[in-house]
Antibody, heavy 114, light 112 residues
Framework: EVQLVESGGGLVQPGRSLKLSCLAS????????MNWIRQAPGKGLEWVAS????????YYADTVKGRFTISRDNAKNTLYLQMTSLRSEDTALYYC???????WGQGASVTVSS | DIVLTQAPLSVSVTPGESASISCRSS???????????LYWYLQRPGKSPQLLIY???NLASGVPDRFSSSGSETDFTLKISKVETEDVGVYYC?????????FGSGTKLEIK
């Protein structure tokens, strides 16, 4: 069974940093590109970043470019999202999803507030 | 950026009846490989989104054939036949033609 489990969310002050992780199982992680997608409270889906299977290709939404970094460790079957200079508008549930978005995690909650 | 416009904002359906949701793209979603890069997702209350339809008209694994999708290069329709209570949630269209990836704003399906 394909599983994606996010962790690392929490409450953080504006301007601080946080790193999310997504542990994959049930499929060959190194064969798949991955995405981070977020959902602000009561709002719709917003794509955040994508990374190819070998990390050769990386893309970011303009809203996070220069502040967030997507990365992966294929040996650990883990996807990461390093978030810096956090703002209140980054408050959201952050999902990791496989490239084809045919598998999603349960989400990690990030709240940016003083 | 590609803008996806969904309609209606919400739809209320009697169980057993059909429902249709529209998604209009600001740009053709037909790729150079001949694939129409339009996807449909369902987010049930309190749950993560799940893929329903990929490449405009292909049913994702495990999705009942009450769901179907069709369209052109810019206009798409998700049809749900014989709506069941488990179909309640928010439906999103999305594309993967180019970056940035974008989603429609969602259509909420409720049961009468």
């Amino acid at each position: 069974e394909v599983q994606l489990v996010e962790s690392g969310g929490g409450l953080v002050q504006p301007g601080r940093s946080l790193k999310l992780s997504c542990l994959a199982s049930g499929f060959t992680f190194s064969n798949y590109g991955m995405n981070w997608i977020r959902q602000a409270p009561g709002k719709g889906l917003e794509w955040v970043a994508s990374i190819s299977s070998s990390s050769s290709y990386i893309y970011y939404a303009d809203t996070v470019k220069g502040r967030f970094t997507i990365s992966r460790d294929n040996a650990k079957n883990t996807l990461y999202l390093q978030m810096t200079s956090l703002r209140s508008e980054d408050t959201a549930l952050y999902y990791c999803a496989r490239r084809e978005m045919d598998a999603w995690g349960q989400g990690a909650s990030v709240t940016v507030s003083s | 950026d590609i803008v996806l416009t969904q309609a209606p904002l919400s739809v209320s359906v009697t169980p057993g009846e059909s429902a249709s949701i529209s998604c209009r793209s600001s740009k053709s979603l037909l790729s150079s490989k001949g694939i129409t890069s339009l996807y449909w997702y369902l987010q049930r209350p309190g749950k993560s989104p799940q893929l329903l339809i990929y490449q405009m008209s292909n049913l994702a694994s495990g999705v009942p054939d009450r769901f179907s999708s069709s369209g052109s290069e810019t206009d798409f329709t998700l049809k749900i036949s014989k709506v069941e209570t488990e179909d309640v949630g928010v439906y999103y269209c999305g594309h993967r033609l180019e970056y940035p990836l974008t989603f429609g704003s969602g259509t909420k399906l409720e049961i009468k």
